[in-house]
């Protein structure tokens, strides 16, 4: 009889965590979208560009980086007790192209990515990707690549149904994560031109480049190291990347240093890159 | 009567452990508990919208984006991320035992 008593209260007890769990349709519904969007990271707001300091601006036509469009960055872990995916849409950054017989020979690059705008599709592990432990978000908001050299690069190929020009190439540069900067070199790169016509226009303003690549990183070589890496996280962090560029500048708004570029000084800097198309 | 009680008890418990396992298999047999995150529905709407621009060939496949649903082995946070195998079938496990133990002597009299 104690045993059926038991049972009743843990049923009870069920139906009232499943009470508390569950919410009434509208308001639950509300909820539960407000609450996705937290658990996606981004509740704060991200740079929309990054200031190009003139000298940099100089050197040939400067291409920005579009953000909050689509996704640009894919971090992928395999480790033996599971497979974990963030993205993040907030990468921002710009390049430099090169000369019009070798646009694909970046003078200079830099990109951001904001350690918070990770979303993993877990609140909690998006939060402790941000502490201390982790990233340390606080210190060191950003991970950061500045291209240094773009070598090995190959032929130009044209694709017949877009008319961008693409090169395989390598890219030089310096990742600077978790406060440690590593220089890199990132074999089997893609650098595509695309000038703007009616078809970009709906999508994106001005003449376009896009920046992919995909690379491993060791969590270790930039100093994070915990009992959980290797386990739940694996030390080879996998990051596949896609980003797309336009002349446009991006919305003015954002604080610029003092030795940026104006844009009236950039106008006549503002060639269409010889896309080879 | 007890006899009777605890059979009871043994079929509650498989009936929402069996189902709680199966669900778990079914979504995947994932760590943690992930619920359809509007943000990720929004990427994958606009994924290629800007880099589908340049052909396939200029740019690495992406995995695409898991958004399903996900019923875990462990919560993934507090409210609906919180339904798992853990939470579910843990109450489950427990009942049993303290059916089945009580009354039973887990340490020898002295003396």
């Given at each position: 009889m104690?045993?059926?008593?038991?049972?009743v209260?843990?049923?009870?007890l069920?139906?009232?965590?499943g009470?508390?769990?569950a919410?009434?349709?509208?308001?639950?519904?509300?909820?539960?979208q407000?609450?996705s969007?937290q658990?996606s990271?981004?509740?704060q707001?991200?740079?929309?560009?990054?200031?190009?300091?003139?000298?940099?601006?100089?050197?040939?036509?400067?291409?920005?980086?579009?953000t909050?469009?689509?996704?640009?960055?894919t971090?992928?872990?395999d480790?033996?007790?599971?497979?974990?995916?963030g993205?993040?849409?907030n990468?921002?950054?710009?390049?430099?192209?090169?000369?019009?017989d070798s646009?694909?020979?970046?003078q200079?690059?830099e990109?951001?990515?904001?350690?918070?705008?990770i979303?993993?599709g877990?609140?909690?592990?998006?939060k402790?990707?941000t502490?201390?432990?982790?990233?340390d978000?606080?210190?060191?908001?950003?991970?950061i690549?500045?291209?240094?050299?773009?070598?090995?690069?190959g032929?130009?190929?044209t694709?017949?149904?877009?008319?961008?020009?693409?090169?395989?190439c390598?890219?030089?540069g310096?990742m600077?994560l978790?406060?440690?900067t590593?220089q890199?070199?990132i074999?089997?790169?893609?650098?595509a031109f695309?000038?703007?016509?009616?078809t970009t226009?709906?999508e994106a303003?001005?003449?376009?480049?896009?920046?992919?690549?995909k690379?491993k990183?060791?969590?270790?070589?930039?100093?994070?190291?915990?009992k959980?890496?290797?386990?739940k996280v694996?030390?080879?962090?996998e990051l596949?990347?896609?980003l797309?560029?336009?002349t446009?500048?991006?919305s003015k708004g954002e604080e610029?240093?003092?030795?940026a570029a104006k844009?009236?000084?950039?106008k006549?800097e503002?060639?269409?890159?010889?896309?080879?198309? | 009567?007890?006899?009777?009680?605890?059979?009871?008890?043994?079929?509650l418990?498989a009936?929402?452990?069996?189902?709680t396992?199966?669900?778990w298999d079914?979504?995947g047999?994932k760590?943690?508990?992930a619920?359809?995150?509007?943000?990720?529905e929004?990427?994958?709407k606009?994924?290629?919208?800007?880099?589908?621009?340049?052909?396939e060939?200029?740019?690495?496949a992406?995995?695409?984006i898991d958004?399903s649903?996900?019923?875990?082995?462990?919560p993934?946070?507090?409210?609906p991320?919180?339904?798992?195998?853990?939470?579910?079938?843990?109450?489950?496990?427990?009942l049993?035992?303290?059916?089945?133990?009580r009354g039973?002597?887990v340490?020898?009299?002295k003396?």
């Amino acid at each position: 009889m104690k045993s059926l008593a038991l049972v009743v209260s843990a049923l009870a007890l069920f139906s009232a965590a499943g009470l508390a769990i569950a919410q009434p349709a509208e308001k639950g519904q509300e909820r539960r979208q407000e609450r996705s969007r937290q658990s996606s990271a981004p509740t704060q707001e991200f740079p929309k560009s990054l200031p190009v300091p003139a000298e940099t601006a100089k050197k040939g036509t400067v291409y920005y980086c579009i953000t909050a469009k689509e996704r640009q960055i894919t971090l992928h872990s395999d480790a033996p007790v599971e497979q974990i995916d963030g993205y993040s849409i907030n990468v921002v950054g710009y390049a430099v192209a090169g000369p019009k017989d070798s646009p694909a020979k970046l003078q200079a690059g830099e990109w951001h990515l904001p350690v918070a705008s990770i979303d993993t599709g877990n609140r909690m592990r998006n939060k402790h990707l941000t502490e201390a432990g982790w990233l340390d978000a606080a210190k060191f908001p950003n991970i950061i690549f500045k291209l240094s050299e773009v070598k090995d690069i190959g032929e130009a190929k044209t694709d017949e149904t877009t008319g961008a020009t693409s090169y395989e190439c390598t890219l030089v540069g310096d990742m600077t994560l978790h406060g440690i900067t590593k220089q890199m070199t990132i074999p089997g790169a893609k650098i595509a031109f695309r000038k703007g016509d009616e078809t970009t226009a709906r999508e994106a303003a001005g003449d376009l480049m896009l920046v992919s690549c995909k690379f491993k990183i060791k969590l270790s070589d930039f100093g994070v190291s915990n009992k959980v890496v290797g386990q739940k996280v694996a030390e080879d962090i996998e990051l596949t990347t896609k980003l797309v560029h336009t002349t446009v500048e991006p919305s003015k708004g954002e604080e610029k240093p003092k030795d940026a570029a104006k844009p009236d000084e950039k106008k006549d800097e503002k060639k269409p890159v010889q896309s080879g198309s | 009567m007890r006899m009777f009680a605890r059979l009871f008890v043994l079929v509650l418990v498989a009936g929402i452990l069996v189902p709680t396992f199966m669900l778990w298999d079914a979504t995947g047999r994932k760590g943690f508990t992930a619920l359809p995150n509007p943000n990720f529905e929004q990427m994958q709407k606009s994924d290629g919208s800007l880099s589908g621009l340049f052909g396939e060939e200029a740019a690495p496949a992406q995995a695409p984006i898991d958004n399903s649903f996900r019923f875990g082995l462990l919560p993934a946070g507090v409210g609906p991320e919180a339904m798992s195998v853990a939470m579910v079938g843990g109450p489950a496990i427990l009942l049993g035992l303290m059916a089945f133990c009580r009354g039973k002597k887990v340490c020898p009299k002295k003396g």
